[in-house]
């Protein structure tokens, strides 16, 4: 079978460069085109970025030539990796001309046409696509880093017992905060106490990726959740400290195994980026950690361990996610597989 | 004036250490004694410590002989930094034996005839001592590093306005581990989230300090308290993320001013330990960082910052304070001020 | 084909850790039994050991019954991850019960009659064991951590060109310190610049590989080495700052090319573990970097970079490594691969 | 006494934070203008700089208007912490319209009538300024940081022994770096092997400073000097492995008395900023250490330790120092100080 072309917008980006990484050798997609912003245009990729990923940057790639983010592309089916100050206009006039974009930015992530997806958890908002006025094209979105991690451990708790409110407070990865974001000086032996708007990301993107979607539309969760966001100096992998109430407390043993007994459509159907298994819970008191425990599932597994009674809500737990993989790169990149085996996308 | 002798039991320890620095060109206590292991006993100070502290080690200590730690010390007031294994039986034997024993460990925290102090918080519980059964010697002692930062942001707010519940999840520095508590390689580029005893300590410590001592005990404050407790790669100085429920709610502008007004005994009394401020609230919402403000008023002040609303209890904000100085050796330095201001040690 | 069953002793300890991390589903080896300490003998290795490796511990090894590190195992083929505290007497009880044991301990590197081997550098050293004077039994060793990262890169330079000189200044890993060897707040934002019995090692276990084997003995190498070896704040990856005095200063594209087209026997015999390339130039200025460099070849490859002019010695370059995987346990490993490919161990 | 002027050019700059953290209660200064790029000059210096200095900002200069960096000061003293991108254009204007310029920036250090100006090394080198073609103005420089703590301890070794060449390689802490030479991904679990034109500085630097004035001009001194620059994660003080070959070799003895009875003239005019002793030997093997050692001499003092034979030079030794005290802004005042001492300011 022929892979599948596709753009990858932003491009040089951390984010962009994630993707690169993922999905070199990918068994579906090949990168047939990248975009980024006009001082980069023209120039082959190898000059125009500044590679920041482990692997080697691939060679196929290193030689393409930069194109600008304008709706000129081959490819039909369009990753964005852009930065929210231009995501906006650019993703639109893409989806405006044909184009299928799946985008890693926020801008589109409340739109009520858009879907805003984890394909464990909400794979049938896809089609939520439907009641967007673009011929072909679309504009789907990817959540926030801190997002993704949390709403998976949830999943399985809202639908077998039914979730009241949630409390949350973040230890995150500098490498979420994109190239630029800090200096190395700021984290250094520190703490950060304040990450701009994710703390409203996070109370806010689980209850559209856990609502229901019916009549073109979709009813937002009724979950409380509060949020309390940190940087600190770790390289990748967000840990989230999490406070649970039930609309109804299950025993311990029926948590754990809601977690460990998870899987959805992703797994059912083989994507390629799929984990074997989306949530993973550890018994050891010091699990999760980060570094342990990010690359677990190639870096798209859930690591969740310490729950406990909780004397204020029903229990108290942590999770370690990987933030640049199954947090960006990584989720985008499963989604467009969902949208494929879906037939979103080629069918 | 001259000085008052004072002996350090487990002088070669990382509290024992700090201890031993900040004592140094104290105003009112000189290190006379030292007491450390059997394996230590008999050497000079120089030889038996593995000083770790930044500054030099005071050659004055350096040239004491370490003895055991049995209660034939000739300075009647006994700093004790002893680990917890073996305070609870040295300490009973010093108290005995007539010693007035200022313990940093936790064996006695919760003795219904044992203050466990915060100066500026509850100064008015040394009185408990007099219930003690020993004829010239206490024990009195001070809280974990985690509890003594809370309590200090907590005691105007409850004073002013009643706590309900506090929610915390803490982000600890490495040095609350003690030399020999973690590896370099477990902490580095990681997160342990789980310190052992550390959450239990900081839902029960500050209910018996917020009490109200009548007829000889102490009656425990009524506030539901949860915590969440994680080890994380920073040399010194711990954040608390803490969220507020209150009687009744105050103004944002009524509780920034009750931590800024807030001073007790120990800046009254001018005791020489004692910070300008116990609490500042600062307004930068990058504030507080551990880095920035673990040293302000000499280690001694807790620093605090980003209040705002909460969906889920009345408000949320963030403290930092430096675990081995307010939290540990300073803590107990001015524990020992406020006995002597109030004629409990030479009085 | 069946696999060979091979013990591991101090298989609790960090590199037999890593050892059995590296093994599972190995090609060719399989760990059928584990030896440590009297304390965990008798234990599952799943109730003996703190697992510290990022990857889960594999099953087959979780459930073997530790034992003591005496003569009677079942597996003839030993790795030896002992602490030199206790290698010495161990190693040579096994070596004279007729086992072939390939060490990672500096008991024995020094001892005329057993090699020090970096398979791509020294495989005919391996015909030393045959002045053992053990029947079937023999002893093999591995080099120091910084050692073999060094070597590889000089290996090829002193082929072609004849070293004089070689000065070098290490950056090295927490890693290697093994688990207890340092505490998280020695390293922690700062540099140990000392590193006990390292730069002895760096300056002569060098000319023993680099030396001849003839008449049953190694003539060293003539090269005069000095060492400075430095503790850093990094997980993984030792970094070497190298200058080099040829006899005759070749040009820098020949000391290049060196570099990229060396190979050796296990790259010829296709090893399982030999990385395709042992060593290859970066020739961006900024690399190599151990986080980046760190996991090329499988942990297995050195990376180089920097060649340049220097005003005292010919050239100064820089190197980084994995020092706990080509440094130690993959060393190990591929030692063993060398000997069972050239027919000392079951051929 | 009324205290002297200054303005300070660059001053939101790291740099500058740092002059302004250093100069608050300055017992000669006061700080009466701060100047800085167009897009800062007008606003309050509070809202013109993110400031990222450990203690608070300084109220007054708060509360001072930002001024372009024109030469319409009214103090007539200008510490320049400007970026060399325009330090070269600027100072001149200034030191042309007879403004005394203290530079920290590095495109004068080998003007032939600048001095490069070490207070303990050099003092004798500010008689250079008289071969300046302005009227009353002037321009002198700071050397660079890792330059300033290798030569305060390589002159008296010069002095006494001579020097006949220097082997160094450095760990340097990322504040060098300034605000956003560095992202804190680059830098963390890492080593960057290279620093864009420090490697040049520190060869060449020594030369000019340890060279003699006479005839209005500097003759170099006669040294050779190879040197490796590396960042590290680590937030203060540079580390410096050096070599060293002198014309004659000195007992061991012998260079550790010249460094602990090394003074010059700043501590015997007894400058404000001057250390008791710039450089003090540890005789311990694990000294010196940044974390450690830094802020010795309120971070101006050279820590030394680790002398021992090289088999390649005489000895190998260790420094450690503070870079953005020291190693700039407070190397900078000194020079300051020396001259308003040797009334080359206000005399």
Redesign the interface.
């Known amino acids: 079978m022929d892979k599948i072309n596709v753009g990858i917008l932003g491009a040089t980006g951390s984010v962009g460069q994630k993707l690169i990484e993922l999905l070199q050798d990918h068994a579906w997609f090949k990168i047939a085109e990248v975009g980024a912003s006009e001082t980069s245009a023209g120039k082959l990729y190898s000059y125009a970025a500044t590679w920041?990923m482990?692997s080697a940057m691939p060679d196929d790639v290193a030689n393409l030539t930069v194109k600008k983010c304008a709706p000129d592309f081959d490819s039909k089916i369009i990753f964005s990796a852009l930065d929210a100050s231009v995501a906006g206009e650019i993703e639109l006039e893409f989806a405006k001309a044909g184009y299928k974009v799946i985008s890693n930015a926020r801008n589109f992530r409340f739109d009520p046409k858009v879907p805003l997806i984890i394909p464990e958890v909400n794979p049938g908002h896809i089609n939520l696509i439907r009641e967007q006025n673009f011929e072909d094209g679309f504009i789907i979105t990817n959540p926030n880093c801190s997002t993704i991690g949390l709403v998976l451990a949830l999943k399985p708790l809202e639908d077998q017992f039914g979730i009241e409110?949630i409390?949350v407070?973040t230890?995150q990865a500098?490498?979420g905060?994109g190239?630029?974001?800090?200096?190395?000086?700021?984290?250094?032996?520190?703490?950060?106490?304040?990450i701009k708007g994710e703390e409203e990301k996070l109370?806010r993107e689980p209850l559209k990726i856990l609502g229901s979607l019916a009549d073109g539309k979709i009813d937002f969760a009724g979950i409380?959740?509060?949020a309390?966001c940190?940087r600190?100096?770790?390289?990748d992998?967000h840990?989230e400290?999490v406070?649970i109430k039930f609309r109804e407390k299950p025993s311990r043993e029926d948590v754990i195994h809601a977690w460990n007994s998870f899987i959805a459509d992703p797994q059912e159907m083989m994507l390629p980026s799929a984990p074997r298994r989306p949530v993973v819970y550890f018994d050891d008191?010091?699990?999760?950690?980060?570094?342990?425990h990010r690359?677990l599932g190639g870096g798209m597994t859930v690591a969740v361990?310490?729950l406990r009674d909780?004397?204020?809500?029903d229990y108290?737990f942590?999770i370690?996610s990987h933030n640049t993989v199954r947090g960006a790169a990584g989720g985008t990149i499963l989604i467009a597989e969902l949208l494929e085996a879906k037939g979103f996308l080629t069918g």
């Not at 190239?179 to 304040?194: A, E, H, K, Q, R």
């Not at 909780?310 to 809500?313: R, T, V």
């Open positions: 920041a482990n409110s409390n407070t230890l500098i490498s905060a190239f630029s974001g800090l200096t190395s000086l700021d984290v250094m032996d520190n703490v950060i106490p304040y109370e409380n959740i509060s309390q940190n600190i100096s770790i390289t992998g840990t400290c406070q008191p010091y699990s999760p950690q980060p570094r342990k690359d361990g310490r909780c004397p204020i809500f108290k942590t370690t």
